[in-house]
């Protein structure tokens, strides 16, 4: 447990440095992808939730402090994002080979969602127009995201053994 | 029999082996409630505090650590990332060069014949401020000292903001104006010993006394419609802005609001005018100089002359 939380952190701090200094100015058809969602949310699903609650968390405050943001928003939002996944990844999602994508289309939506939302409760400029009209390519260039993602982030915290005990009724 | 097989008998008192659950779920669910719970309490207090403290008390110094922290990877990461980008630039801006060529072609010829009238005018100027001892706030760029550093990193799409690697340690201070070779980029809004944070024109927050070159109208630029679109916003009806006029910043017009940048940096060109029955001012669409979308080096104006006040 400890080694895979130090690879982990290791992992999602080079996301967030890749994320802030490359990723974050790159714009393909009005859409932004988002890496840093994208690790957060496969991590979450080969670890559980308290797992990804705690690396949403911490990723989060690393994230904001990195950009002078306000302190806790990404965090905030990383953390639920990470927890939701989790769950899912512990319960339904389990084994499913389309839970990656599942789960990075729907964060990716909640995500922009709840960010705008967030913002406009804050006060702060809420470009709704924008993020709807970016929605779309940004989800997208998640999905690409997701494939190589995910098998690195698989190669690199391998999935917990699902042990599956075959009950043999005798009569 | 394979290693994991069970046998059970029905009716035997033999006891079924429980279901092994999934290693997370062997925290109980009050537990993992409880974490996030304060997680998420955590991320509410430090939003409150953060909104509240504004630039300044521990938020701020937690701010600037894990800004330093971050600080090395991002100069490192935009290093390795730069040729990449260099390429795609190269690649996109192949798509519309043939049409850029000419236009540009016919812009050196015009600029030409504006250089010498420029040139013979800021001789003039010169000669007539000494003559009348002419006492000067600040000017751009005789007054400034420039301090060229690199970006590192990009805020999110909501906001119009980049960290620089440069801060205090390097003469930068709150509200320094930034500016590229083409023109205003935005002011310092933040900052720590090693890097700050600039808020760019386009921000919504962002609003910069501006200029027409050629009329003397006076306005304020701030954030248009779209993606680095501008507006010069409050300019009389009366006033002849034309389209191809050129904006640059004003400089302090009011001695109650001081403005935070020196006159005469370009901004942008105005490429329409509009004006309804209704509205007080005219509506006129500004495009800017600076892409800022593709902001690679920027330069901070630093200056030690102290900008003159009302008594």
């Not at chain 1, 308290?50 to 990404?74: E, K, N, R």
């Not at chain 1, 839970?99 to 969602?113: E, F, G, R």
């Not at chain 2, 940096?265 to 490429?271: E, H, K, L, P």
Request: aromatic letters at 6%.
């Amino acid at each position: 447990m400890p080694a895979d939380a130090a690879k982990a952190a290791g992992l999602l701090f080079l996301v967030v440095v890749v994320q802030l200094s490359v990723m974050a100015n790159v714009d393909i058809l009005s859409g932004h992808p988002n890496l840093l969602l994208v690790t957060l949310v496969c991590v979450s699903l080969l670890r559980g939730a308290v797992f990804g609650a705690v690396a949403g968390f911490s990723v989060g405050l690393l994230a904001d402090a990195g950009v002078f943001g306000t302190l806790g928003f990404s965090a905030l939002l990383l953390t639920l994002a990470g927890y939701w996944t989790g769950r899912y990844g512990e319960t339904t999602g389990r084994d499913r080979a389309h839970a990656p994508v599942l789960s990075i289309a729907v964060i990716t939506v909640l995500y922009q969602i709840s960010a705008l939302v967030l913002r406009y409760m804050l006060g702060e400029p809420a470009p709704a127009h924008h993020i709807f009209a970016a929605l779309g390519p940004t989800v997208l260039l998640n999905l690409i995201l997701t494939v190589p993602v995910y098998s690195l982030t698989r190669r690199l915290l391998r999935p917990r053994e699902w042990v599956t005990r075959e009950v043999r009724l005798l009569g | 029999m394979p290693r994991n097989r069970v046998t059970a008998v029905l009716g035997s008192s033999v006891p079924r082996p429980r279901p092994q659950p999934f290693p997370s779920r062997n925290r109980s669910t009050l537990r993992r409630r409880v974490i996030v719970g304060i997680l998420v309490l955590l991320s509410l207090v430090l939003i409150t505090i953060s909104f509240r403290a504004g630039s300044g008390g521990p938020v701020h110094s937690v701010k600037g650590a894990g800004a330093t922290v971050l600080r090395p990877f991002e100069v490192a990461a935009e290093r390795v990332a730069r040729p990449f980008r260099d390429v795609y630039g190269y690649f996109a801006s192949l798509v519309h060069v043939k049409r850029e060529n000419s236009r540009l072609k016919q812009q050196v010829n015009e600029l030409r014949q504006k250089e010498l009238l420029g040139q013979s005018a800021l001789e003039q100027n010169r000669e007539f401020r000494k003559q009348l001892k002419f006492v000067d706030s600040p000017r751009f760029p005789a007054d400034y000292a420039p301090v060229n550093t690199r970006i590192i990193s990009w805020a999110t799409e909501f906001e119009q903001q980049v960290s620089i690697a440069a801060g205090s340690d390097s003469g930068i201070k709150q509200d320094t104006p930034i500016v590229t070779n083409y023109g205003l980029v935005g002011r310092v809004t933040d900052l720590t010993g090693s890097s700050a944070q600039v808020t760019l024109l386009t921000d919504e927050n962002s609003a910069v006394p501006a200029r027409d070159q050629t009329t003397g109208a006076i306005g304020l630029v701030r954030h248009g419609q779209g993606e680095n679109s501008l507006l010069l916003d409050f300019v009389r009806k009366e006033s002849n802005v034309q389209r191809g006029d050129v904006i640059v910043t004003a400089g302090t017009r009011s001695k109650q609001y001081p403005s935070l940048f020196p006159g005469g940096i370009a901004i942008g060109v105005v490429t329409s005018v509009g004006q309804s029955d209704t509205a007080l001012y005219k509506q006129i669409q500004v495009d800017p100089y600076v892409d800022f979308s593709a902001l690679d080096a920027v330069t901070a104006l630093i200056t030690h002359k102290r900008t003159p006040k009302a008594p």
